[in-house]
């Protein structure tokens, strides 16, 4: 993605209309378990980059919460979320349960424009399948926009698994719409047209 294009988006648009408030904050939320590799975590900083360049030019005031997560969640600093490296298992739903706490304590919706995106590989235990879509779907009744992204690169996926998206991913597109999207990203090309179509009003460049 051009740095050009980040420079210009400051004379685009969100097509839904935000509170009166000019306060933001965004939840840059990552799973950081062991099957999220170096190329993985690169397109998700890219994908966060660059909705942090558009937001940041529609609020005058902005804050970033991120949290890290692999089957638990902590509110790191932004050299720990993009560099941690951790091994284990992966429970989606720890994220945007912890969002929803902070938000609860220091971000009122009423005064704060809430965004939350999530970046993960997809693989997710079977065990919190249910509670991570329960988790999200709540999240999104806070947020002006919450975006699940899953990040596959085909020449890393596992040779046992055969569908390109979770089951998680496929139970949340059937509530997809309005303050819920979704986003598949295979490589940093993939990343400005996805950005396109969650804001809308975006012209090619």
């Known amino acids: 993605v051009s740095q050009s294009r980040y420079y210009d988006l400051r004379y685009y648009y969100i097509k ?14 990552m799973d950081v378990s062991g099957s999220m590799t ?21 609020y005058e005031h902005i804050e970033i919460v991120f949290l890290a997560h692999t089957t638990e969640a902590e509110e790191v600093d932004e050299e720990r979320f993009f560099k941690r490296v951790a091994s284990g298992g992966t429970h989606i739903s720890s994220a945007p349960k912890l969002a929803m706490e902070i938000i609860e304590k220091r971000y009122h919706p009423s005064s704060w424009n809430i965004y939350a995106f999530h970046c993960t590989d997809g693989d997710n235990w079977e065990e919190d399948n249910v509670a991570a879509f329960d988790a999200m779907r709540q999240l999104a009744g806070y947020c002006q926009l919450l975006c699940y992204s899953e990040i596959v690169i085909e020449s890393e996926r596992p040779g046992w698994q055969t569908d390109k998206t979770s089951k998680l991913w496929d139970n949340l597109s059937k509530i997809e719409g309005g303050n819920l999207k979704l986003a598949l990203l295979g490589n940093v090309q993939d990343i400005w047209p996805t950005f396109r179509r969650l804001f809308g009003g975006l012209p090619d460049v």
């Open 16 to 29: 839904d209309k935000p509170k009166e408030a000019t306060d933001a904050v965004i939840f840059f939320m």
């Open 38 to 58: 170096t190329n993985i975590k690169y397109i998700a900083r890219s994908f966060y980059f660059l909705l942090y360049q558009f937001l940041k030019h529609k």
